[in-house]
């Protein structure tokens, strides 16, 4: 594994996926073998900058929930009702829990809970009384993120002290895993969601979620995750053996994908297992292999924009991979399209204009929504928009304006492009890209 490839790999994620950035790291043998970096990241070591991890967070609750058990206090196949009896899924399995299997709902009712403040254990509670189950148990998988945060409670009721204080003093300090905490502490990234269409980036809000946060609210960092990732592949003396390792990582009926609070993706005919995580502004994912301890991390600061799935295969692979220019935030879209970005019909056949941003400037690309490719490119010259890549390539878009100065509706080369499909109000003369 060059360096050079695993810095491609990142250089690769980071413009393809429009990341503002990205810190990443492999494991060999459960160390870390490397970590780089790509965008614009805060501190001078990348692998010590905190980024939000999401659902990674549940690979910690579900150690507590298996030390608890290793302990002698619950059993996995305990109802919820033992240690959280008020709960509107009291008869639902602490196995089911983690397996996703119980048949609730994946999220609590109420705002979305991720971007809102969060609520305490008593509101959550009250307002999920068991009625928005969707399956009955074991009927199929189900991901559900407010079934880990009653494993959580469950953690908590059973050790007498928050779930996280159980995780930071049970599992993270024996891991000497000091850089992931319940809070962000510097140096740490901001979390982004980058605009569709213009390419702007908007500040999300780092909410603690309360008493939803043991299915998302950890932060961490590459370093500490690569201590994980040795973890979940050979198992710790103070934390948990590796037999119990196993067993978490075995594929739970009915869902292959899936073993007990872990993830689990295909390689050379065996699984990795880790996580995936997401919350507003952040995208992680954390994989290993249980028998070699070789594995990937990586962790970025945009709310979407990482196939976190496919990271894997990436970092731990051995194609060529080719880097395309940096992707960098648009400060500024230029007044000539402004108002133009959005989806536009071409006849019935969609197009989206967005703006892109490079270290070399910025264009306007044209991509067809039914053949998801790139048609045309353009850049603003003098005032005029003018085809610089495609069948347009030379031609000028043209913007037409009502009275009123409203855009309505684009001409290049008389192909015109409409807010609507085959807009009356606007003469269509033809054309056809393949003519």
């Known amino acids: 594994m060059p360096d050079s490839r695993l810095q491609a790999c990142l250089d690769h994620l980071q413009a393809e996926g429009r990341l503002p950035s990205i810190v990443g790291g492999v494991l060999l043998g459960g160390d870390l073998l490397w970590s780089g970096a790509a965008g614009e990241v805060t501190g001078d070591d990348p692998a010590d900058v905190q980024y939000r991890i999401g659902s990674i967070t549940k690979t910690l609750v579900t150690a507590a929930v298996l030390r608890c058990r290793a302990d002698g206090l619950l059993s996995l196949d305990d109802p919820l009702g033992r240690f959280v009896p008020e ?55 189900h991901y559900s993120n407010l079934g880990f945060a009653l494993l959580g409670e469950t953690v908590a009721r059973i050790r007498g002290a928050s779930w996280w204080d159980v995780v930071a003093s049970t599992i993270l300090a024996p891991l000497g895993m000091t850089r992931t905490t319940y809070h962000p502490q510097a140096p740490s990234a901001q979390g982004y969601s980058v605009g569709h269409f213009s390419g702007t980036l908007t500040r999300e809000p780092h909410q603690d979620t309360g008493a939803m946060a ?45 073993g007990l609070g872990v993830r689990l993706v295909p390689w050379h005919g065996r699984f990795l297992v880790g996580h995936t995580g997401s919350m507003p502004g952040f995208v992680a994912s954390l ?61 019935n056949t969609a197009f989206e204009l967005r703006w892109h941003t490079d270290r070399s400037g910025g264009r306007l ?71």
């Open 87 to 141: 709960s509107g899924y009291a008869h639902a399995s602490v196995r089911s829990l983690l397996a996703h299997t119980s048949g609730m709902q994946s999220e609590p009712v109420g705002s979305w809970w991720e971007r809102s403040p969060g609520v305490d254990v008593r509101t959550l509670l009250e307002v999920n009384d068991g009625s928005g189950a969707v399956a009955g148990a074991g009927e199929y998988h």
């Open 214 to 258: 043991p299915a998302g609210q950890a932060w961490s960092t590459v370093a500490d995750l690569a201590r994980w990732g040795r973890f979940l592949a050979f198992g710790h003396p103070e934390v948990l053996d590796v037999e119990t390792i196993r067993e978490a990582s075995h594929p739970a009926a009915p869902a292959p994908e899936y």
């Open 287 to 347: 994989f290993v292999d249980p028998l070699t301890g070789d594995g990937s991390v990586v962790l970025a600061n945009a709310t979407t924009g990482l196939d976190t799935d496919g990271v894997p295969a990436l970092l731990l692979g051995s194609d060529d991979v080719v880097a395309p220019p940096p992707w960098v935030p648009t400060r500024a879209v230029p007044d000539e399209v402004a108002d133009l970005l959005g989806v536009w019909f071409w006849g």
């Open 365 to 435: 690309e044209v991509h067809s929504l039914a053949l998801q490719n790139r048609e045309d490119v353009f850049e603003v010259r003098d005032g005029r928009i003018v085809g610089i890549e495609g069948y347009h390539r030379g031609e000028t878009l043209h913007v037409v304006r009502r009275d009123d100065g409203s855009v309505s509706h684009l001409d290049c080369a008389t192909f015109v492009y409409t807010k609507v499909p085959y807009d009356p109000g606007v003469p269509i003369p033809g054309g056809h890209p393949t003519d």
